[in-house]
């Protein structure tokens, strides 16, 4: 029953991960679970440079213009009708080299073990030998696979945390106990932040003018997921994944709802913001 899973819902065989805890070294291709892509369903690690993401708006509900980068990123909504023709939803289509790409769970686990991560190696490798499918690793490439990879990747972490734990205990007993680096904003300038959230690779892109925040861009994981078709007529992940879905009772299609869950997709969102010197958090809920 669950192999079935690992035949439909596939998606578009491109992932891509910004990498989360970092090294010492501060290099994100050493991070834990590091920055890279995979790309046409090849188990081989690619570097990736923000600067190659474009958002496309064909299909989407605003204002009619060239693929951007983030950096450059023009929001200017311009809802018309629900048309699958023409524009059909709010989601931009992000694109990394000009490919859609799938994000979360799954791609940081894959690519921490084309990287060579030897804990996330052991731990894919034991779980495709325990299904009697060893050495199949195209069958992580699906929805049963989405939804391992949440579990390994937990393990793996929940490893990892035991080292760092130990690591804090001994700078606090050392006097090490720094938790922030106090900066000053400057006047003017452009960054870019990368990171993941749990639901996948996360991108900020931002410029400041005169002390303010002048632009400011985010692709979020969903984002990646979601997207809708791009200027050429290629289809997202989650698009993509339900082409072919066989769906057995067309009024109660679980198919389709189990193969959308996979990616673990999110539409509302709230942000939290904690000022570093009382700890005092702040909420804002975006719609």
Known sequence: YYLDYTAIGRGVGNYL???????????????????????DWQLKRNE??????AEHVKHSWYKDGPALNPADGITEPDFTDYDTE????????PRMSEKPMEVGALSRMLIAYVSGN?????????????????????LLMSPLGRAAARALESKLIADAMVTWTMELIENLKTGKNELYTPHETPDSGIGTGLWEAPRGALGHWY?????????????????????????KGVRGPIEEALVGTPVVD?????EVLRVVHSFD???????????????????????
Not at 48 to 53: A, L, S
Not at 86 to 93: E, P, S
Not at 122 to 137: P, Q, R, W
Not at 250 to 254: C, I, L, M, N, S
């Open 17 to 39: 991960a910004w990498g989360v805890f970092e090294d010492k070294s501060f290099d994100p291709n050493k991070r834990t679970l590091p920055m890279g892509a995979i790309y």
């Open 265 to 287: 997709p999110c539409i509302a969102c709230t942000v939290h913001i904690i000022d570093p010197e009382t700890n005092e958090i702040r909420k804002f809920r975006v719609s």
């Open 86 to 93: 023409k524009k059909y939803t709010w989601a931009k289509a």
């Open 207 to 231: 410029s400041l003018k005169e002390g303010k925040v002048d632009r400011y861009q985010i692709i979020t994981p969903t984002a990646w997921n979601v997207s809708p078709r791009d200027e």
């Open 250 to 254: 067309a009024k109660r299609p679980v």
């Open 48 to 53: 990736v440079n923000h600067k190659d993401v």
């Open 118 to 138: 030897e804990t996330a190696k052991k731990l894919i490798d034991d779980t495709l030998n325990k299904l009697g499918v060893a050495g199949k690793h195209e």
